[in-house]
């Protein structure tokens, strides 16, 4: 009902630049919380950086001051630029968000949704 679809993923090397987007089509009502998540292998996801309502951000502290999110909520879009990146950066990056679908005239709905995940591999 809800997909989420991310893009901009790739290789790069140790202080180069990437720039992740992810867009959310289907029954959307509104869009609340919505943000990034990574998992890189052998550990947890793990928050990257997300909204958390309309204009109050979150950032994992190992990103802060590097990576940017930023949130376009007339195309359902979140971006997530990401500067100065290190070989620990190194991971499949998920879009994430709380979505409120239209089910009929008079129903709606509140689901959490993940994007199939982009890889991000910074090189040394």
């Known amino acids: 009902q809800v997909q989420l679809v991310e893009s901009g993923g790739g290789l790069v090397q140790a202080g180069g630049s990437l720039r992740l987007s992810c867009v959310a089509s289907?029954?959307?009502?509104?869009?609340?919380?919505m943000g990034w998540y990574r998992q890189a292998p052998g550990k947890q996801r793990e928050l990257v950086a997300r909204?958390?309502?309309?204009?109050?951000?979150t950032y994992a502290d190992s990103v802060k001051g590097r990576f940017t999110i930023s949130r376009d909520n007339t195309k359902n879009t979140v971006d997530l630029q990401m500067n100065s990146l290190k070989p620990e950066d190194t991971a499949v990056y998920y879009c994430?968000?709380?979505?409120?679908?239209?089910?009929?005239?008079?129903?709606?709905?509140?689901?959490?949704?993940w994007g199939q995940g982009t890889q991000v591999t910074v090189s040394s």
């Open positions: 289907g029954s959307i009502f509104s869009i609340n919380a």
């Open positions: 994430n968000a709380d979505v409120i679908t239209t089910l009929t005239a008079w129903s709606r709905k509140i689901g959490n949704y």
């Open positions: 909204f958390t309502s309309a204009a109050s951000t």
